[in-house]
């Protein structure tokens, strides 16, 4: 469901806001070692992100969002995120 500028509703209400790329632990590490407040204001932080990312059947599906993963599935996105097979 659309959520509208969440940024901009954020600002609304007097938060800071901050945005990363939700897929990078980098900038993840970057965005959340600032101060937690930021003149006196909170601060949240949006990390945009892919659902399913580095998975070629799952990646940007919401059909894939909250539904459990079948053991072929689940060995097929391992080996997609460079993981080892279990099998």
């Known amino acids: 469901m659309p959520l509208g ?7 609304g209400f007097g938060w800071e806001v901050r945005r990363c790329n939700g897929h ?4 993840l590490e970057q965005v ?4 937690r407040k930021i003149h006196g204001r909170p601060v949240v932080v ?6 399913g990312k580095g998975v070629s059947f799952m990646e940007g599906r ?3 969002h909250g539904k459990p993963v ?9 080996l997609a ?4 097979s279990l099998c």
Not at 5 to 11: N, S
Not at 46 to 51: N, Q, R
Request: aromatic letters at 8%.
């Open 62 to 64: 919401s059909e894939w």
């Open 81 to 84: 995120l460079g993981g080892r």
């Open 32 to 35: 959340l070692t600032v101060e």
């Open 24 to 27: 990078s632990l980098t900038e």
């Open 5 to 11: 500028d969440l940024a901009m509703k954020f600002i």
């Open 70 to 78: 079948d053991d072929r599935s689940y060995e097929q996105a391992v």
């Open 46 to 51: 949006i990390a945009e992100t892919v659902k």
